[in-house]
């Protein structure tokens, strides 16, 4: 006879934290739920200093709430960054897993919703129109989904929310904290390019200034004066397209001087087997063959091309990375392991 045993699967912290919000919203009704907070949130743009203030104050009073849920729920709080000093006595900055934020911030606005949360919800898939400077109006939607268009316009079709009153709508609302809490997070990287603003329902769109941080790689004038295209590119770029700052021009490939009037005529050091190879490197046209074995070469010094030394690479600070795996340019019939060199 068989026996099933039924284990109680551990419950996710975002779903205590809505049941948190869920019963604070019962136990404090006339705290939380207040139409007053909820209006200040619905006209943030427009308020006075008078009015600014007191939304400032409650909102306080909301994200405190909000933290204290997240400590019931055995969630981390706020990020908290702090200066430490390091193992070489440098001064670092330290910071707590936690919320960021954009993230508290997000999940306080959708909290001072419990007011009058129907009021929000229409506010909320709304955009108002916007003038442009050229006097110009738009009726852009956020929300238009799946063939769902919720623009409140003469043209647009609309969705009735007639079922939905604020009854319903308030027993949502732990879920709407939490998803708004969750949604306002990105990856570090992204963050420090294009970091996250959380704005109220009133604010339908905002225009946001970004300063591009421009790369290119590496190019040379030409003699002829004729004025060059750096071929600029923007730095986020480089997430999706490897070859944005892709370049070899440290690669060691060993240049084959032939001319004896060069002091740096080094034909001597390179077989004779194999004629010149052309190889590029940094786009820069390098003469190479195979090296002489049983001679003692300096190959740092064998493979400074005119780029590496325009550039002043070929000084103390350069050295072979031992890791790296040798780059196969030659192979001699009967030998397997001719010509490889470190790149």
């Given at each position: 006879?068989?026996?099933?045993?039924?284990?109680?699967?551990?419950?996710?912290p975002?779903?205590?934290?809505?049941?948190?919000?869920?019963?604070?919203?019962?136990?404090?009704?006339?705290?939380?739920?207040?139409?007053?907070?909820?209006?200040?949130?619905?006209?943030?743009?427009?308020?006075?200093?008078?009015?600014?203030?007191?939304?400032?104050?409650?909102?306080?009073?909301?994200?405190?709430?909000?933290?204290?849920?997240?400590?019931?729920?055995?969630?981390?709080?706020?990020?908290?960054?702090?200066?430490?000093?390091?193992?070489?006595?440098?001064?670092?900055e330290?910071?707590?897993?936690?919320?960021?934020?954009?993230?508290?911030?997000?999940?306080?606005?959708?909290?001072?919703?419990?007011?009058?949360?129907?009021?929000?919800?229409?506010?909320?898939?709304?955009?108002?129109?916007?003038?442009?400077?050229e006097?110009?109006?738009?009726?852009m939607?956020?929300?238009?989904?799946?063939g769902?268009?919720?623009?409140?316009?003469?043209?647009?079709?609309?969705?009735?929310?007639?079922?939905?009153d604020?009854?319903?709508?308030?027993?949502?609302?732990?879920?709407?904290?939490?998803?708004?809490?969750?949604?306002?997070?990105?990856?570090?990287?992204?963050?420090?390019?294009?970091?996250?603003?959380?704005?109220?329902?009133?604010?339908?769109?905002?225009?946001?200034?970004?300063?591009?941080?421009?790369?290119?790689?590496?190019?040379?004038?030409?003699?002829?004066?004729?004025?060059?295209?750096?071929?600029?590119?923007?730095?986020?770029?480089?997430?999706?397209?490897?070859t944005?700052?892709?370049?070899?021009s440290?690669?060691?490939?060993?240049?084959?001087?032939?001319?004896?009037?060069?002091?740096?005529?080094?034909?001597?050091?390179?077989?004779?087997?194999?004629?010149?190879?052309?190889?590029?490197?940094?786009?820069?046209?390098?003469?190479?063959?195979?090296?002489?074995?049983?001679?003692?070469?300096?190959?740092?010094?064998?493979?400074?091309?005119?780029?590496?030394?325009?550039t002043?690479?070929?000084?103390?600070?350069?050295?072979?990375?031992?890791?790296?795996?040798?780059?196969?340019?030659?192979?001699?019939?009967?030998?397997?392991?001719?010509?490889?060199?470190?790149?």
């Amino acid at each position: 006879m068989s026996m099933f045993v039924q284990s109680k699967q551990a419950r996710h912290p975002m779903a205590s934290l809505a049941g948190e919000i869920a019963t604070a919203l019962k136990e404090r009704g006339s705290e939380l739920k207040n139409e007053q907070t909820s209006k200040l949130v619905l006209s943030c743009e427009s308020l006075d200093d008078a009015n600014l203030r007191e939304l400032n104050t409650r909102a306080g009073s909301a994200e405190a709430s909000l933290l204290g849920f997240l400590k019931k729920a055995g969630l981390p709080g706020k990020i908290e960054i702090s200066k430490q000093k390091d193992h070489q006595g440098r001064t670092v900055e330290v910071s707590t897993e936690g919320y960021t934020e954009s993230q508290i911030k997000a999940g306080v606005i959708a909290l001072m919703a419990a007011g009058a949360p129907g009021t929000y919800a229409r506010q909320a898939t709304t955009c108002q129109p916007k003038t442009d400077v050229e006097g110009n109006t738009s009726i852009m939607s956020v929300n238009a989904f799946a063939g769902y268009d919720m623009r409140m316009n003469a043209t647009a079709p609309t969705i009735s929310n007639e079922a939905f009153d604020d009854r319903e709508l308030i027993q949502n609302l732990p879920f709407s904290v939490v998803f708004n809490v969750q949604a306002a997070r990105q990856s570090e990287l992204p963050e420090s390019f294009y970091p996250t603003l959380t704005v109220t329902p009133d604010n339908g769109s905002i225009d946001v200034s970004v300063r591009r941080t421009m790369v290119f790689n590496d190019v040379r004038h030409s003699l002829s004066g004729k004025p060059m295209d750096f071929h600029r590119r923007n730095l986020i770029e480089g997430v999706i397209d490897h070859t944005l700052l892709e370049t070899n021009s440290t690669a060691i490939v060993p240049v084959f001087n032939d001319d004896n009037q060069d002091p740096n005529y080094n034909a001597n050091r390179f077989s004779a087997l194999v004629g010149t190879y052309t190889k590029k490197v940094d786009n820069i046209s390098v003469p190479t063959r195979p090296l002489k074995p049983g001679v003692d070469i300096g190959l740092i010094g064998i493979s400074q091309h005119d780029g590496l030394i325009a550039t002043g690479g070929n000084d103390k600070k350069i050295c072979v990375y031992s890791a790296k795996q040798g780059t196969h340019l030659f192979t001699l019939e009967g030998h397997t392991e001719t010509g490889e060199y470190m790149g």
